[in-house]
């Protein structure tokens, strides 16, 4: 019993009571810490595969507005334009289609 003789101790029972309350009972326990921590990362992620694809875009369009064959493939290809005399045909591959319930 010697191992708990620093118990008896106001101070150092009052500390490890805080401590333990601190780690595993508080609202910002150790579990939530990592939690938030993971969601940091995952955030992270989402941020630079966002910035990657607004640099895509960018690219895509100062090609596009320097070009008008460029425009006009893009719009055609993209949004389904046409010139008034033609008839535009979409061909959907079935494995890409949504599956209805």
């Known amino acids: 019993m010697h191992y708990f003789k620093f118990l008896k101790n106001f101070y150092w029972a009052t500390g490890l ?14 579990v ?7 969601e940091v990362v995952k955030l ?3 941020r630079d595969y966002y910035k990657s694809r607004i640099g895509q875009a960018r690219v895509e369009y100062r090609e596009v507005m320097g070009s008008p064959e460029l425009l006009e493939k893009f719009a055609r290809e993209k949004y389904l334009m046409k010139k008034p005399n033609e008839t535009v045909f979409v061909l959907v591959d079935e494995n890409d289609a949504p599956v209805e319930k």
């Open 17 to 30: 009571g805080l401590l333990l309350w601190l780690l595993v009972f508080d609202q910002n326990d150790l």
């Open 32 to 38: 939530s810490q990592a939690k938030k921590a993971w």
């Open 44 to 46: 992270e992620e989402t």
